[in-house]
């Protein structure tokens, strides 16, 4: 079941689109770069599949359409990873506020910037998120924040995306939680190469699934 929110931020309303299958096994907040929003194709897919693996997802814009409009001439919000991920940890907060996912455990999906968001909230809420999968992110952005996080972590990235390989391989000496980094043969920074994104989405499922645990109420 699909329902569309409005999450107040620091002052701010957030659109979203919220969807929980029966007996969810936790809720992925999805947190994406610049120019992006919960309309994404790309993330759109990822969400159908893991809410066909059991999980719940949010789709939310980290940016009100005005800050989206300024940020298309200023580009001055796109690297502002305190900012973003003060949105996301606020969306998380939400969540926890309503009845049909307060006790459902979180987890993020982060592309672009809103990697580096991910984490950067993940490590400030610890226990609170079960896990975090980066695609085609910059987690380097998360800087000091990366020791911090506690959530199993996975980074996949574009075999062609050479030097987003090379920033998640530093990043990945960083984190110091259960982590991996899965390379996607042939695939470029927006996996557009038929196939790649279905394998993304596959990954990403069997992440939360397996971090995530058992079922709600099992």
């Known amino acids: 079941m699909s329902r569309e929110v409005e999450i107040s931020a620091g002052g701010r309303r957030l659109h ?3 969807t929980l299958p029966a007996a969810a096994r936790g809720v992925v907040l999805f ?4 120019g992006s929003s919960r309309h994404s194709p790309r993330n759109q897919r990822v969400a159908e599949a893991l809410v066909h693996a059991g999980l719940g997802t949010l ?3 980290l940016l009100t359409p005005e800050e989206e409009a300024a940020e298309a001439y200023t580009r001055h919000l796109r690297f502002d990873i305190d900012l973003l991920a003060g949105r996301l940890f606020e969306a998380t907060a939400w969540l926890v506020r309503q009845e049909d996912t307060r006790r459902l455990r979180a987890a993020y999906f982060g592309a672009s910037t809103g990697a580096a968001a991910a984490l950067a909230a993940a490590a400030r809420l610890g226990e609170q998120v079960g896990a975090v999968v980066s695609r085609g992110g910059r987690p380097d952005l998360a800087g000091p924040m990366l020791p911090r996080v506690s959530a199993p972590t996975l980074l996949i990235v574009g075999g062609l995306d050479t030097q987003v390989l090379a920033l998640n391989e530093q990043a990945l000496a960083q984190l110091r939680c259960a982590k991996e980094l899965l390379i996607v ?3 470029s920074h927006l996996f557009e190469e038929p ?3 279905d394998q993304v989405a596959a990954l990403a499922a069997d992440w939360f699934t397996r971090h995530l645990g058992e079922a709600a109420g099992a």
Do not use: K, Q
Not at 31 to 34: F, P, R, T, V
């Open 31 to 34: 947190a994406h770069g610049s």
């Open 195 to 197: 196939g790649t994104l």
């Open 185 to 187: 043969p042939g695939a």
């Open 16 to 18: 979203g689109t919220l």
């Open 59 to 61: 789709l939310f814009d």
